[in-house]
């Protein structure tokens, strides 16, 4: 039996919660914002934090938040069904060239990524004229939408066609990566891009108006909810499960364009997808925990129910992990996200120099301007000490290593 590893805090007026964040730091906002939490009158049982907890909007970022009877939409934010997918080819260290640019602008050219909104001019985050493989995927999720939109017309016009196969910016990247093997991995992060921030940022102003309109106060107004046999709380159950379907298959086509952009750039013939993962970190779904059914939202947060695969990235400069989740019943079968920030965007941008940058992401094929320092390996926490924080949650299957990482 693994030693259990959680930390216990107890909250005035609210459930217990149960900490994974031993050896790794934890801010006094993200302490006090999951207590807020906590304090919710529909919490099932306890509030589980994930060692890469930092502080979010209305919910914490690396926080499990099981209810019974409501959803919080902010719980689960605005970029909904946000994840990883990996896939291992059969490509080995030495089949790669040794200058690993080409491959790097392969793939930029492959994938729509970053944003630009020059006027008269099409984003480059998204597609012009999406190609026919991208347009035949959309059709497997447009009748499901024109339903949503028939009740929430502003919906309408997102960017849903236009975004789907695209990274995104921020923290979302594509990666190529090798294992402990020397065996080459793609790995990619992104979620339902600019339909899934329309939804997500209606549905949370749409919980808030609901509060004020039945004289709710709250710890947090960002924490507004939908509660359960109300029409609000069907709609959003509804269009935040088609979100989450829409960034899964965002994942799907964007591996299946970074694929062929590198058999376009490696001779030698590959298979790909000998083992892939494909999973949520922002999302919400029905479970059963200690017996009941209930909501469970992940912000910031993989499933690590027993025997099942999940992924946990590092940064830029950081290792990687393909995990195998332990189905610890305390965590409510979870893990963390990633390595967590433990910089906002604003202070890595003060704190952090270009030079420290491009010394920490060595030996990587990536930016290495100005533009990406808020995303650089110093604004997160050490991910070795985040693993180690969980060894009750998962085990490690690959241990993976970038050589070449592409951000919007």
Known sequence: MTETLYDFQHVE???????????????????????????MPFVFKHVAAMPDVHIGIGATVGSVIPTKGAVIPAAVGVDIGCGMMAARTSLVASDLPDNLEGIRSAIERAVPHGRSMNRNKRDTGSWGDPPPAIVEAWATLAQRFDRIVEKYPKLKNTNHLVHLGTLGTGNHFIELC??????????LHSGSRGVGNAIGTYFIELAKQDM???HINLPDENLAYFPEGTDHFEDYVEAVGWAQDFAALNRRMMMTNVIRALRGQIAKPFDA????VNCHHNYVQRENHFGENVLVTRKGAVRAAKGVLGIIPGSMGAKSFIVRGLGNAESFDSCSHG???VMSRTAAKKLVT????????????????EGVIDETPKAYKPIEAVMAAQADLVEIVHTLKQVVCVKG
Not at 273 to 276: D, G, I, Q, S
Not at 354 to 369: F, M, N, P, Y
Request: charged letters at 35%; a positive charge; proline letters at 3%.
């Open 273 to 276: 997808e000998l083992e892939a």
């Open 178 to 187: 090798l294992d402990q093997d020397q065996r080459v991995w793609v790995m």
């Open 212 to 214: 004020r309109k039945w």
């Open 13 to 39: 007026g609210g459930v217990p919660i149960k900490m994974w964040t031993r050896g790794v730091p934890v801010e006094d906002g993200a302490r006090d914002q999951l207590a807020r939490a906590a304090k």
């Open 339 to 341: 390595a967590g920030r």
């Open 354 to 369: 270009l030079d420290e940058h491009i010394r920490d992401t060595a030996g990587v094929a990536c930016r290495k301007d």
